[in-house]
């Protein structure tokens, strides 16, 4: 005989508004919550109770330095400038190259370099552009119905994509959507975004290794500002081919 | 203008149009809380503080994404600051020895007299429930339930860093959520 608790998860929901199931608990916390009202209610009463915790904490206040460099920062952003307090790369580079005939010898070395370079470039892009195609990579869910889809469009390099994602529910403010490159038992976040009202959202995607390096894409449901690793259901994902 | 008087939630709006005062009336209300919540997961000052301006950074950026449908103002701060400082804490520490959460004692809480206005009494209020229902927990309970929560820490992690059985671990941080759910529905101290 099974007893109520082994039917239900109202035992791992205490855990789960803590975040200390492991990923296989998690998961099945995950996926029965989405059809059980009975543990829904469960898990909103403990999730109150989580939300308070912070509260409970022995408070401190943070220097007073904080604040006038946050200050200055959202001025700074609002502004649309920034002014760094100690000299810029490009600052000190002006400095040395303020005498008249370094400047000019060091511009003509310059202009030299950078053409043969330029050249050397346009040639190697030029043959592999013939070579190798853009490639497209479709995002679907396979375990459900939803209507939500994305596409990759990846480089003919293969070194940067533009992600386009369609009808992906509006997440809460406490979450927001992680892109994953998948690579054997390897995950690395290519960052996080919102959607829209209407569920749209386009993201460049770029990584360390190339893009076509790559097994798969995935998409998962992360806490805001994203996670380490992927620890919310995977609403989205596709095969990377070579 | 005087923000003082305004709510958490209007406080937001006036941030999402580039309001820089209302964003520094937020952090008055609430730096105090983020701080706290970073420094208690990275036992770091300094990190405590960095986390502290992203979290309001990132406040300044996403403000027209909060909705209060879904929660409060301060709950959605301090779970940003909570995920942020967890991260930072995951890739800065390699073992969970000597990990503790500091709970603030009911008796000796730092709280403000004279609150004028709604948003500072309806904190107070919250701050004192829910100290006073953790103040009730064993502390073995208590213990477990910050590790988990503000650390980070799994099961299997809290039961390697506290040297006791798995089952006994879980069995702690359940009895302590539904203890400290079930103080919550009762009477409540004033």
């Not at chain 1, 000299?87 to 000190?92: E, S």
């Amino acid at each position: 005989m099974v007893a109520e608790n082994d039917l239900h998860v109202l035992d791992l929901l205490p855990a789960y508004v803590l975040d200390a199931l492991n990923i296989g608990e998690f998961n099945r916390v995950v996926e029965h919550l989405a059809g059980c009202a009975a543990c829904q209610a469960e898990y909103l009463s403990l999730q109150k109770i989580a939300d308070e915790l912070p509260l409970a904490l022995r408070q401190s206040a943070p220097p007073g330095r904080v604040k006038a460099s946050l200050m200055q920062a959202i001025h700074e952003r609002k502004a649309g400038t920034r002014h760094p307090t100690g000299l810029t790369f490009w600052q000190k580079l002006g400095r040395i190259f303020s005498r008249p005939l370094i400047t000019a010898g060091a511009a003509l070395i310059l202009i030299l370099a950078v053409s043969n370079v330029w050249l050397l470039n346009q040639n190697r892009r030029l043959s592999e552009l013939s070579n190798q195609p853009w490639q497209v990579v479709t995002l679907v869910n396979p375990e459900t119905s939803s209507s939500a889809s994305g596409i990759l469009i990846i480089d003919s390099m293969g070194q940067k994509g533009t992600l386009l994602v369609d009808n992906l529910a509006a997440l809460g403010s406490a979450q927001q959507y992680q892109v994953w490159l998948i690579r054997s038992s390897e995950r690395v976040s290519a960052g996080v975004f919102s959607v829209n009202q209407q569920g749209h959202a386009s993201l460049i995607i770029q990584a360390s290794d190339p893009l076509t390096n790559y097994e798969a894409i995935g998409i998962s449901v992360e806490p805001f500002g994203g996670s380490i690793n992927p620890t919310g259901a995977r609403v989205l994902d596709g095969t990377i081919g070579h | 203008m005087d923000y003082s008087g305004l709510s958490d939630e209007m406080l937001l709006r006036l941030i999402a149009h580039s309001d820089e005062s209302a964003l520094s009336e937020l952090y008055d209300r609430y730096s105090r809380l983020v701080y706290s919540v970073a420094l208690n997961t990275l036992s770091d000052p300094a990190q405590a503080e960095e986390v502290t301006q992203d979290v309001f950074e990132r406040v300044w950026e996403k403000a027209q994404t909060f909705s209060a449908e879904e929660g409060r103002v301060v709950t959605w701060l301090s779970s940003i600051a909570r995920h942020r400082s967890i991260d930072m804490f995951r890739r800065s520490r390699t073992h969970h020895e000597d990990l503790q959460v500091a709970w603030q004692d009911i008796e000796l809480a730092d709280l403000r007299d004279g609150h004028n206005v709604e948003w500072e009494a309806d904190l107070e209020r919250r701050q004192k429930r829910i100290r006073w229902a953790v103040s009730q927990l064993p502390v073995e309970q208590k213990m477990a339930v910050g590790m988990a929560f503000f650390l980070g820490l799994s099961h299997p992690e809290i039961a390697q860093a506290l040297g006791e059985p798995l089952g006994t671990v879980k069995t702690r941080i359940r009895l302590g959520m539904q203890k400290l759910r079930l103080l919550l529905q009762d009477e409540q101290p004033e």
